[in-house]
């Protein structure tokens, strides 16, 4: 029977060193999958500050394109203004021409003309002095047909409020041109955010996925431990009541010796031989006095 017990007890010391173990294993499994966790909600906070970047930037972005749209049309009112200005302008120096009996636009024109061909076409000294005459006297003409119309009070107005409205459609155009780069800029910054927010997300995907497979492999790992400790447990009970049985035993033989050496000195008692303090002792305890 202490063989049995020998050999329960080592089995179970062997179970308790697989446990201890398996026990040591789980805990660092457990310590990865915390770890993994520090990392993912790390992550997770990154991808929140910047999706809040990205709202920011995109507010931005919509609220520069709704002021690009509202400037573009304001220009847009200044440039079909300018273009009535221009066109009421040309009406009025055509009326103006044709009562002067002149056309100040054709006297431009064929100035131009004239002057092109002097400086691209060869000619002789004297055909050249006879061109510069004529472009001299055609200045003369554009001149003095200017100043009789910047001398008209109604053209004179609406060639004022020409560069009125040119000036406020430039200015307007350059207030579209610098709205729509800061709009632009803020997209750029947004997407940018988003490319990095892309990035984060697939990293938190990937943590998880290694804090999954290790939570399952602690889980499995933990399973093995239990089962090792029920083993023991199951071994301790096999081990004390084996040693419970072997005690019985043990004073089931001490009885049965008891009972054996007081059966003979009873017998040798009622042999009347005597019998000795050691004798008298055994009865007792054997319950027969």
């Keep these: 029977m202490s063989e049995a017990i020998d050999k329960l007890t080592k089995e179970k010391d062997e179970f308790q060193k697989k446990a201890n173990e398996l026990k040591e294993e789980r805990n660092k499994l457990h310590e990865r999958s915390k770890k993994l966790s520090q990392d993912r909600d790390g992550l997770n906070s990154s991808i929140r500050e910047i999706r809040n970047k990205i709202s920011e930037h995109k507010k931005k972005r919509d609220e520069l394109n709704e002021r690009v749209r509202h400037t573009k049309e304001q220009r847009n009112k200044l440039n079909k203004t300018y273009s009535e200005i221009k066109k009421q302008i040309s009406e009025l120096e055509k009326e103006r021409f044709s009562s002067a009996g ?34 001299s006297g055609l200045h003369a003409q554009v001149k003095e047909q200017e100043d009789k119309l910047n001398k008209d009070p109604k053209l004179k107005k609406a060639l004022e409020e020409e560069k009125i409205v040119k000036q406020k459609a430039e200015k307007q155009h350059d207030s579209v041109e610098k709205l729509a780069t800061r709009a632009q800029e803020e997209h750029e910054s947004m997407m940018n955010l988003v490319k990095q927010l892309d990035n984060l997300i697939k990293k938190v995907n990937s943590v998880q996925e290694k804090i999954v497979v290790t939570k399952i492999e602690a889980d499995k790992v933990h399973k093995g431990f239990i089962d090792c400790v029920d083993k023991i447990h199951e071994f301790e009970r ?5 040693n419970e049985k072997k005690r019985k035993a043990k004073k089931e033989e001490e009885v049965t010796t008891v009972h054996k050496e007081a059966d003979e000195i009873f017998e040798k008692f009622k042999r009347g031989e005597k019998l000795s303090t050691e004798d008298f002792m ?8």
Excluded at 110 to 133: F, V
Excluded at 238 to 242: A, D, E, G, Q, V
Excluded at 282 to 289: E, N, R, S, T
């Design 102 to 135: 002149g056309n100040l636009n054709a006297l431009r024109k064929q100035l131009r003309t004239l002057e092109t061909e002097q400086m691209t076409q060869p000619m002789s000294p004297q055909k050249e002095k006879k061109l510069i005459e004529v472009i």
């Design 238 to 242: 096999t081990i004390t009541s084996t």
């Design 282 to 289: 055994a009865l007792q305890k054997a319950g027969l006095i």
